[in-house]
């Protein structure tokens, strides 16, 4: 079942109080979206990896076909919320004129292209862990340039600061 809890390392001292807030419905189809991309691309890896092996090759991570996956869960988003829509301008998707995007991070936390501008677009962020075992799927809400690390010289992305975004985070899964 989704839950709304904060994220459970406790950063988050309330509840982000959104605007429009995500339904019962749109939290529970964004859940089945996200597990039904990632159920088929477990059933991907059953099929491949054998013969990724029998080749001596290592099957792609899923941080690989993550572009992919995204656009998958985007297009099933839509199809089970219907405030969702294709996105505004350069955003992945719409609900209420705002920009919304679609992030699969493995593990936990958020990165994003160190040239993203950020303005207070919503992301939903999907960690993930063996390739395809869904671990949390969280919202961040009116992003702000401050909850992300410094943009490097050496280096094309950025990370979210959970401390700092823990006021605008709004947990809706997370696996047992």
Known sequence: MPTTKPLDLALASRQFLAKEPLTEEEIEGIVLAVKSAFLKLKNLYDK????FD???FKAPSAGVV???LSEKIETSIIQHCRTFTRGLKFADLSRFNKRWEVK???DSGL???QSSVIDSENYIV???KDNSRVKKIWVLWEARDEFFSQR???SNARTADLKKSAPHIQLIYQAD
């Open 48 to 51: 491949i990896t054998p013969v």
């Open 126 to 128: 999907v960690n993930y």
């Open 152 to 154: 490097r010289k050496n």
């Open 66 to 68: 993550a572009r992919d």
């Open 54 to 56: 029998e080749y001596g």
């Open 104 to 106: 699969i991070c493995k």
């Open 111 to 113: 990165t994003i292209n």
